[in-house]
């Protein structure tokens, strides 16, 4: 089963600075990887899906980036609502067997 | 416009097994690229894949669970079940069902239900 690691565990803000979140896996998942962002009693909200294409409605201070074990979400420049948690989640190309990171928690410095 | 509910018992007793019901609207789980996955969330952890069942009724389980797991559709309802036997407080989350679209990431999701596993 292939494992995401997620890094750093939490990081810390402040708005209008830029944001960079590492996703590695312990093998290569092509470019199967998705993002998502959770904030506390809420729903996961899809960000980003085959590593750098923004879902629906995603503002562009998102952005994803890499392939094979690597991966980045950037957010530009954090807004106030951005401060939530962001799992990274693979799926092998066949079958599709998804997991998802431990998660890094962006909060306010 | 997409919509997921899921639906069952709040409180399960150990080594009963758990019967969870997705409802969804705003799409056809027989369109080719269509699929509905359940995933879990203990209290305060990261989020666990647990299933998927897609356009062709077949399905795929997290390898760590899929000998307590069933997955099944019913189309002309609009459902998906979910069922988890040899149920354990460990197995106490909120679970969620969600939407695929061609392997597009989980783009819907259920609001979840929380699930307790207790004597």
């Known amino acids: 089963e292939i494992v995401l690691t997620q890094s750093p565990a939490t990081l810390s803000l402040s708005p209008g600075q830029r944001a960079t979140l590492s996703c590695r896996a312990s093998?290569?998942?092509?470019?199967?990887l998705a993002w998502y962002q959770q904030k506390p009693g809420q729903t996961p909200r899809l960000l980003i899906y085959?590593?750098?294409n923004r879902a629906t409605g995603v503002p562009a201070r998102f952005s994803g980036s890499g392939s094979g074990t690597d991966f980045t979400l950037t957010i530009s420049s954090v807004e106030p609502e951005d401060f939530a948690i962001y799992y990274c989640?693979?799926?092998?190309?066949?079958?599709?067997?998804?997991?998802f990171g431990q998660g890094t928690k962006l909060e306010v410095k | 416009q997409v919509t997921l509910r899921e639906s069952g018992p709040a409180l399960v007793k150990p080594t009963e097994t758990l019967t969870l019901t997705c409802t969804f609207s705003?799409?056809?789980?027989?369109?080719?690229?269509?699929?509905v996955t359940w995933i879990r969330q203990s209290p305060g952890k990261a989020l666990e894949w647990l299933g998927l069942?897609?356009?062709?009724?077949?399905?795929y389980y997290s390898t760590s669970l899929q000998t307590r797991l069933t997955i099944s559709r019913d189309t002309s309802k609009n459902q998906v079940v979910l069922t988890m036997t040899n149920m354990d407080p460990d197995d106490t989350a909120t679970y969620f069902c969600?939407?695929?679209?061609?392997?597009?990431?989980?783009?819907?999701w259920g609001q979840g239900t929380l699930i307790t596993v207790s004597s």
């Open positions: 989640q693979q799926r092998p190309n066949w079958p599709p067997m998804y997991t």
């Open positions: 093998q290569t998942v092509e470019n199967y």
């Open positions: 085959d590593a750098s």
């Open positions: 705003g799409f056809s789980l027989i369109t080719t690229g269509m699929c």
């Open positions: 069942i897609d356009w062709d009724g077949d399905t």
């Open positions: 969600a939407r695929i679209e061609n392997w597009k990431g989980f783009d819907f």
